[in-house]
């Protein structure tokens, strides 16, 4: 594969940016005001990327502060202020709109033979609505911050807390009603823009996990609004909802918040699901295990994913019957995780896997997210909750899942779609180093959080006691390690858009509508829009067979085969 | 109509990235759901904090539920389900070009009428503020659990309200741009997305007027 990339010998000099959708326009004007989807989700790209910097660059500061037992690197307020940005500005600048607003945006339609999604403004929309979100989010940081964590827990947000409470809130608000907006795009035009052909059983799983998440964030979201919008209120007006001083419950707002908020991990989570879907099949030349069952895994995850947000409240004192029932159900929900799992494995059997490093990530998505999906079972056994909560065990647990899983794939969608989306291809030696050092820097980071979590430490100390030093020595290395990863791709990705090798139209050999167009794609997608005759995954039905074999058509095959169709 | 002004009404009505009126219709009608959706997860948000406080000081809130305007909050409802009403017809009438004008009149009555709701929403909170009925030090009302019925009155009631100007600036946006260009108006989607925008603001009302204005009224 990357032999046929290497052959590839057009002259360097000849710019991608002339090319498809890029040679539309070269004016800051025509970014700022296109509507195709393609740019538009460049200009998402740039955005979380510029936040996942400032996020990383917050929780860089908390790592050099955890060096040492003693808080002597920033004081405990700067720390509260600190984490609760890096919080703030990962899950909802980055991790929400990470791959939807992204590779959704960019993607979908082309997945589904159409030239644009259902709205184009509406979708330029949602980037400004983001934008005003990230521009509230810059003024409360240099306003001073805030330090309530990013959970805004009241009755400390909305009446004691001495920060910028309401600009976070408001920024989140805002940036809410970006995704929403983007949540009712896609929901329509997978309803009503599929080609010819395009049935909702051939549909890529990637657009299947943009149909479920779509649907969760235009369920769940809007109540995290409305919850931030009431503490907001009572902050401003001091009209009391969660004031217990006046009779008011905080632990209502805690219901409200997580009812988005658990909902949000799988907003986060199932992009990443369909990204590995994706690639997997491709670099194993192998059509996905089970079609079906991953797709009523994805409906599945997303239906009970909003009955499970008591699991964050075991210790608030809410009803004991009520903590049965969510534990129940966050058991109930890993079922069909697992089953994603098991299917992704059973796809590589037999198959012609190579290591391009979009494979390397989705390995890294598929062993870090398994370890992140079974601590949670942990998690959501009430007596081994009540010990880890609030420890660095469950911070390890959610990074696992939100960083080793949906950042892993994310990285995977990078370069899987690059070649695509900026018509070059990137140095694969430095991707795949990237690759494997993110992979370790990350475990070197999380890894000891477990331990020390499970030993007691508890989570939002700026100082420790001594015996929790050794591990968050090794957690802060980890993370210097981590950190050059995610610089790595960076440089590379940016070289390679004016010295990469043109990349071919499908580099990967890989099925899927996106690839049957030039790249990078032209504005309206399709020279002539699609008509699909083919299932999803196209790939070798049986997996490897010899070459001899199968061109004798010998009967040995379908023993060696394991058929799976 | 000729054949040729059909044509030409629904090009000037059709917008990127649509070949079909009809199919856009459909994508516009299903977004529109699928946002209304949204905005009633939005009000559930509240809705459900209010049903919970409302469990746990029964008694507060009957009283403090005496306390809100009636008639007021009557009059209100009645004028928002009568341009509902007006509303109703405009979908339909606005595809027929000889009602075009009476589909924009409705309209404007659509939106004078939520004019005059906020108008009277005005002098109601004006007299709720003589009454120290805005929760704080001064509130009238001494029982528990009061002071929460009324700080859900007056954020209900203002999200509400902030919806409705809303509805009025798109209800007339939409009876601006019709007049200049009924062709338009004739085959644009945005006349049911619009209606179907006007039609939640009016239902969430009547379920606040339920649960804001009825309590603590009769034995």
Redesign the interface.
Known sequence: MTDAVLGDTLPHDVTTFDKGYLGDGHTLRSWLFTTDHKRIAILYAVTITIFFFIGGIAIALVRIELVTPAQDFVTADEYNRLFTLHGIVMVWFFLVPSIPTTFGNFLLPMMIGARDLAFPKLNLFSWYLTIIGGALTIYMLLAGGVDTGWTFYTPYSSIYSNSHVIAAAMAVFVAGFGTIATGVNFITTIHTMRAPGMTWFRLPLFVWAMYTVSVVIVLATPVLAMTLLLMTLERFFGVPIFNPNEGGDPLLFQHLFWFYSHPAVYIMILPAMGVVSEVIPCFARRRLFGYDFMVYALIAISVIGFFVWGHHMFVSGQSAYANLVFSFLSFIVAVPSAIKVFNWTATLYRGQITYESPMLYSFGFVGLFTIGGLTGLFLASIPIDIHATDTYFVIAHFHYVMVGGTVSAFFAALHFWWPKITGRMYPEAWARFAAILMFFGFNFTFFPQFIMGWAGMPRRYGSYPPEFQIYHVLSSAGAAVLAIAYLMPLAYLTWSLRWGRRAPDNPWRATGLEWQTSSPPPTHNFEKLPIVENEPYDYHPRGYVDQEHEAAGTAESPQKGGEQR | MSRATTYSAEEAALR??WEDIA?QR???E??MW??L???I??????F??YT??RS??PE?FWVAGGHTSLFYGGTNTAILLVSSAAMGIVPSAARWPSLGSFARTMLWVAALLGIAFLVLKGFEYAEDFDEHL???PDFEIHE??A??F???Y??VTA?HAIHLIIGIGLVARLAIAGTRDPRWFSQTPAVQATALYWGLVDVIWTIVFVILYLPGRGS
């Open positions: 990127e990235p199919r459909q994508a516009v299903m977004g699928a946002f959706a949204s905005e997860l939005f009000f559930t948000g509240i459900a904090g919970i406080y746990t000081y507060a805005f929760p704080g528990r659990g002071q929460l009324f700080a859900f007056w954020c999200i």
